[in-house]
């Protein structure tokens, strides 16, 4: 009997031993930081595909204009770091804007048509634009040509009319390239058609006017308009090509109709910016 009572007290003193009361005991959780709270675990990176073939070497590295300078703002403007190096540039061909070598035609830049045929003899004005004799005719090939009489004149002196959406330009145009009709306008190539085959305007891209500023960051299919007494015309873009100063093929009579754009390049006088936009058929 005296066994079985000790074997009892000892029991219960076990089992005292293993109850504890709940309020002795200490729970501590931390909230996670505010950084990892709502952390989501899906991969939401953004990969980008970027062509491997496209040249970025100083080849084709640009010195960026100076701050708060008309074409601070424009892609792809400035001096190349390296002229020398640019592709072609030993075979006297300039790098447009769509990446081609050359003129449209490639090679040096020449006094002829697309065609082959010899462009108009010309000479350049006080503007640095040149000036066009001859013309009407490529080779014997039949060409359209309108030229500019009295009574294709606006009452304030003006041919028509420039628009060209993408970049927001309207602008009026003129006769001449020299200083004066440039000071009013964009200026019409005299020698050139106005309103049938090929007509040629320039104009400036700083300074007083800067109405052709943004012409080299036209794209393919961009709209141009001309509007003249003798209707409205509708072109759109096919090239943008930076050229010498001295490839007047773009001034060349056409048998198609067509509109052809030139301004000056920054801090690059020996060049210009050429754009070709083709009437819709």
Aim: charged fraction near 10%; proline fraction near 6%; aromatic fraction near 8%.
């Amino acid at each position: 009997m005296k066994r079985h009572l000790c074997i009892f007290f000892l029991t219960a003193a076990l089992a005292a031993l293993c109850v504890a009361p709940a309020h002795a005991l200490e729970y501590t959780i931390d909230g996670p930081e505010d950084y990892l709270f709502g952390r989501p675990t899906s991969d939401d990176t953004i990969y980008e595909w970027e062509n491997p073939n496209v040249d970025r070497s100083k080849n084709t590295a640009l010195i960026p204009p100076g701050f708060g300078t008309p074409t601070s703002y424009l892609p792809n403007s400035g001096e190349y770091l390296t002229p020398n190096l640019v592709p072609g540039a030993l075979s006297g061909g300039l790098v447009n804007q769509v990446g081609s070598v050359g003129n449209p035609n490639g090679g040096t830049p020449t006094n002829t048509t697309g065609s082959g045929y010899p462009a108009p003899s010309t000479s350049l004005d006080s503007s640095g634009y040149p000036t066009v004799s001859g013309g009407g005719s490529t080779g014997g090939q039949a060409t359209a040509f309108t030229e500019v009489t009295s009574s294709l004149y606006y009452s304030n002196g003006s041919l028509g009319t420039l628009k060209i959406p993408s970049i927001g330009l309207t602008v009026g145009v003129y006769e001449g390239t020299g200083s004066a009709p440039l000071l009013k306008g964009a200026g019409h190539f005299e020698g050139t058609s106005i309103w049938l085959g090929n007509v040629c305007i320039a104009g400036h891209n700083r300074g007083v006017r800067n109405d052709f500023g943004k012409i080299h960051t036209l794209k393919s299919g961009d709209t141009i308009t001309f509007t003249t007494v003798l209707g409205t015309m509708t072109y759109s873009v096919s090239s943008v090509t930076k050229v010498a100063v001295t490839d007047t093929s773009g001034l060349s009579a056409t048998a198609h109709n067509q509109i052809t754009l030139y301004t000056c390049v920054e801090n690059q006088p020996a060049y210009r910016w050429y754009v070709k936009a083709v009437a819709a058929s």
